[in-house]
């Protein structure tokens, strides 16, 4: 019996090297299935018809949960579309872009129309400005650009001095008990470190926040209060702004399936500089991830927007497919958890369009976030490399607000009472 890999969409043959190497095919990105071929010579005649027909049969059924398989692939949506005239949706608690408006979406598919049109014959260099770039794992197109923009964070004395002024963040002081050593006259945890009961865990928090141990501290926080505490915010105090790195990710959907676009931004005080690393074909995956990674020194925190439940553990995924090993343990402020805490209940949703709204930002050119395995599937079906240009905006945009949307939460918790 000899076996075949046939893409499931073009039925292009493949090789079990590049089945090997990757579960889609390298013309249209589609799946690859396992083809069993039965070959039974030199048995006698009613041994051979016996073994051909048992074979015949595992071969049928094999066919047939196969087709199973891509009837539900082709059944399954990664979003659903809703009439505006309907109620709002369910939302997803993990995912917040699994919905999207009819009139987006109509627009959506006039706008890929539009691109098709508009970058006939046109390379990828025309379209995207930018430069190949190699690795140990291949090549993978890389796109630089920088923006003006304020990026704020707080004053390390001002995020020492919050910090040190919740005294909960120590194991056994809950509100009651912090109430009763605030009348006694301990203020700040530093104070504690007098108290012949709390001097030791007091003592031990102090050494981080005096050496500025962003990861260490953000450890120990998550032990004691919510991912959604402003502490955990004012903790980007101990950085400077060179310190950080904006981390957001483009995928053919949301789970097990490859990144398309990996887009990183550094702050400065006056700028934002991006770049993105961007696969031209499925085969360029490994290596637009390894040059991301490349990237990500372990000094770096990252800010991200849902990036710890989903963006980082999708990298480390798709890292461990291609058996390559690579520490992605950084500080990460996860901004959704401070958004749904301070804008929650001034916004319908916590989606980063609603939120831009809500900050005032415009997107020049957009498509929703759910539609970018489309646009994508659109380019490798097409060679058109018009649908790759709102991809690599949209991704652009999100770092960029991001950056935004990390400065403009300060504002947002002096009405917090979890600090004042």
């Known amino acids: 019996m000899s076996t075949s890999y046939v893409c499931r969409k073009c039925e292009k043959n493949h090789s079990k090297i590049e089945y090997t190497q990757s579960r889609f095919c390298t013309s249209c990105g589609s799946f690859l299935l396992q083809t069993f071929n039965v070959e039974v010579p030199g048995l006698p005649t009613s041994q051979g018809k016996s073994q051909v027909g048992r074979a015949h049969k595992e071969k049928n059924a094999l066919y047939r949960a196969a087709e199973g398989l891509c009837e539900r692939i082709g059944r399954s949506k990664e979003f659903d579309v809703v009439s505006e005239k309907e109620s709002e949706p369910q939302k997803s608690l993990v995912f917040e872009r699994d919905w999207i408006w009819n009139s987006e979406y109509e627009k959506a598919l006039k706008f890929e129309k539009l691109l098709l049109k508009q970058y006939q014959d046109k390379s990828l260099e025309e379209a995207l400005p930018g430069r190949i770039v ?25 995020s020492r001095q919050v910090m040190i002024s919740d005294l909960k963040v120590l194991p056994g002081i809950g509100p009651v008990s912090e109430g009763l050593l605030k009348k006694q006259g301990y203020k700040t945890i530093e104070d504690l470190e007098h108290h012949p009961r709390w001097k030791t865990h007091a003592h031990g928090y102090m050494e981080l926040i005096d050496a500025k141990k962003v990861d260490a501290t953000q450890q120990w926080l998550w032990h004691r209060l919510p991912k959604s505490h402003p502490l955990l915010h004012y903790l980007a105090g101990f950085c400077q702004d060179h310190d950080f790195a904006i981390v957001d990710i483009e995928t053919l959907g949301l789970s097990e399936r490859p990144i398309i676009l990996l887009g990183m931004a550094k702050p400065t005080k006056d700028h934002i500089c991006t770049t993105q690393f961007l696969l031209r074909d499925i085969q360029d995956e490994a290596s637009a991830i390894w040059a991301l990674i490349s990237q990500l020194n372990p000094t770096l925190s990252l800010i991200t927007y849902n990036g710890k439940s989903f963006d980082i553990p999708y990298i480390k995924q798709r890292l461990a497919y291609y058996g390559l090993n690579a520490c992605i343990d950084n500080p990460n402020f996860d901004i959704l958890h401070f958004t749904r805490r301070a804008l929650k209940p001034k916004l319908v949703d916590c989606r980063l369009e609603t939120v831009e709204k809500y900050l005032g930002i415009k997107r020049e050119i957009n498509i929703p976030g759910a539609l970018v395995p489309h646009f994508y599937d659109t380019y490798l079906r097409t060679k058109n490399v018009g649908p790759l240009t709102p991809i690599v905006e949209h991704n652009r945009q999100d770092l960029l607000t991001l950056g935004t949307l990390f400065s403009k939460l300060y504002e947002e918790w002096q009405f917090d009472r979890g600090i004042h």
């Open 134 to 158: 190699s690795n140990e794992q291949g090549e993978c197109y890389e796109i630089s650009s920088s923006c003006f923009a304020k990026f704020k964070k707080v004053t390390y004395e001002k």
